[in-house]
């Protein structure tokens, strides 16, 4: 008996935490948002150990819309777990996840002078006629294009009591993947930064490779260096 009302208060916390969209227009929200501009309120699950955001405080930015409008200085979030940009009213301070078609590009505003730029990217898996869209962070941009997509995923579950009821977290942690554009446009991804992963991708041109990681003693498996070595090999004539 007591294990059924444990689990029973666990269904209960469960469902009273769960994460809720729902469908609204933006513009009855907001008048000076752009009108065709639609999106659902966003309610934050609180049954998450970690970060679900790539930026933890609301920062402001600019968005870049399907139809080459702008909006400007907004307070955004970009959701990793969700893969999901987030827009906070100010005037109500409702949250709304804005509809993902609709928006091409954003910029975070991180520092006066310092901005994050995210793309929308489409990875079409092999096989498959699925089309799949994601916001990646452009970190080069070239005839090597570097995106980074900062992935948030559920690692593991923990149960704890709260108000002596039993709930159920998910444990969440940054599982960043890498995406190498080509001239082709074909995408080569990366889940780790390792010297000889990142060499496989180029067999024709890996000793060029390798040895511009020598010249300018690089560690491929530091995110900062790894950013180097593509702008170093977009500026190699010989690649």
């Keep these: 008996m007591r294990h059924y009302i444990y689990i029973s208060l666990l269904f209960i916390c469960i469902a009273t935490s769960a994460q809720v969209n729902v469908r609204t227009q933006i513009q009855a929200v907001?008048?000076?948002?752009?009108?065709?501009?639609?999106?659902?309120?966003f309610y934050e699950s609180k049954l998450y150990l970690g970060e679900q955001y790539y930026n933890k405080d609301w920062m402001t930015g600019d968005i870049l819309l399907s139809t080459g409008a702008m909006v400007y200085d907004k307070s955004l979030k970009y959701n990793g777990l969700f893969d999901e940009l987030i827009w906070l009213n100010e005037t109500n301070f409702g949250k709304f996840k804005i509809d993902k078609p609709f928006v091409r590009e954003f910029w975070l505003k991180n520092k006066p002078y310092s901005t994050v730029h995210f793309k929308q990217i489409n990875l079409n898996e092999p096989g498959t006629v699925h089309r799949q869209d994601i916001f990646a962070e452009l970190r080069v941009e070239g005839n090597l294009s570097l995106f980074i997509q900062r992935k948030i995923s559920i690692n593991r579950a923990e149960f704890r009591y709260v108000n002596n009821v039993l709930c159920q977290y998910d444990v969440i942690t940054a599982t960043p993947r890498y995406y190498i554009?080509?001239?082709?446009?074909?995408?080569?991804?990366?889940?780790?930064?390792?010297?000889?992963?990142?060499?496989k991708l180029f067999p024709e041109k890996k000793k060029r490779i390798a040895k511009i990681i020598r010249t300018n003693d690089l560690d491929v498996s530091e995110e900062s260096d790894f950013v180097k070595l593509i702008e170093l090999m977009n500026n190699d004539k010989t690649l």
Excluded: V
Excluded at 30 to 41: A, E, I, M, Q, V
Excluded at 189 to 199: N, Y
């Design 181 to 199: 554009k080509l001239p082709s446009n074909q995408y080569l991804m990366l889940t780790k930064l390792r010297r000889r992963a990142f060499l």
């Design 30 to 41: 907001d008048s000076t948002f752009l009108p065709k501009l639609t999106g659902d309120f």
